[in-house]
């Protein structure tokens, strides 16, 4: 599974790569390699890390931040869910805006008269394809994997005061989430999870 940790990307490749920060260590403390020498030799195994290194994860084409939207409107750079969904093919991958009440921590919200109900948190879904899901919620940033079969359900219900999203069940081995996609992004969720099209809610 890629990578999800939050670690510089040396330390992250040193994981990575075992031995590379302990022949660097070598190298440095070694009384016959000159100052250039090591450089050579570090720079050598930079470019050998950099081959191995994980791609970053991309905002897919529905989640946007503030640069996106400025790059679209100036046709700088517009991304679409066709190119997402070629690029996760080739082994992208992507972040999706997720809302959920129920991934990770469970947050209690305070309505009045002594009743409490669960406060939908802002995260982030990292998916790629034949891959677990990682939920990371940005406000603590603590991650919560999810594993398969998975499935993807369409509900009835509006996200209050954004038409981008909407609400969906996913069914994961450990049980079943609401969580609030973007439309855009959708799609490619489904790809992700091998999934050929959204389920239908079922009627109650």
């Known amino acids: 599974m890629p990578s999800w940790d939050a670690e510089t990307p040396s330390r992250r490749l040193g994981r990575r790569l075992p031995g590379v920060e302990?022949?660097?260590?070598?190298?440095?403390?070694s009384p016959v390699v000159s100052s250039a020498g090591f450089l050579r030799a570090h720079v050598l195994t930079v470019k050998?890390?950099?081959?191995?290194?994980?791609?970053?994860?991309?905002?897919?084409?529905?989640?946007?931040?503030?640069?996106?939207?400025?790059?679209?409107?100036?046709?700088i750079r517009r991304r679409t869910p066709e190119r997402d969904a070629a690029d996760l093919l080739?082994?992208?991958?992507?972040?999706?805006a997720a809302l959920s009440r129920t991934i990770g921590r469970?947050?209690?919200?305070n309505i009045g008269r002594g009743r409490?109900?669960?406060?939908?948190?802002?995260?982030?879904?990292?998916?790629?394809?034949?891959?677990?899901l990682m939920w990371r919620e940005r406000r603590t940033g603590q991650e919560t994997v999810l594993n398969g079969p998975f499935t993807l359900t369409?509900?009835?219900?509006?996200?209050?005061?954004?038409?981008?999203?909407?609400?969906y069940e996913l069914t994961t081995v450990d049980g079943s989430h609401?969580?609030?996609?973007?439309?855009?992004?959708?799609?490619?969720?489904?790809?992700a999870i091998g999934q050929d099209s959204l389920e239908p809610q079922a009627l109650s």
Do not use: C, W, Y
């Open 22 to 29: 302990e022949s660097s260590q070598a190298l440095r403390a």
């Open 178 to 191: 609401e969580v609030a996609l973007p439309k855009k992004d959708a799609p490619l969720v489904l790809i």
């Open 90 to 96: 080739r082994g992208q991958v992507f972040e999706v």
């Open 106 to 109: 469970t947050v209690l919200l």
């Open 116 to 132: 409490q109900v669960q406060h939908l948190k802002i995260g982030s879904l990292f998916v790629a394809q034949g891959q677990p």
């Open 48 to 75: 050998i890390i950099a081959m191995t290194a994980p791609r970053a994860a991309r905002r897919a084409a529905g989640t946007q931040n503030v640069t996106d939207v400025l790059l679209a409107m100036t046709f």
């Open 154 to 167: 369409r509900l009835d219900k509006k996200v209050p005061l954004n038409g981008r999203l909407s609400f």
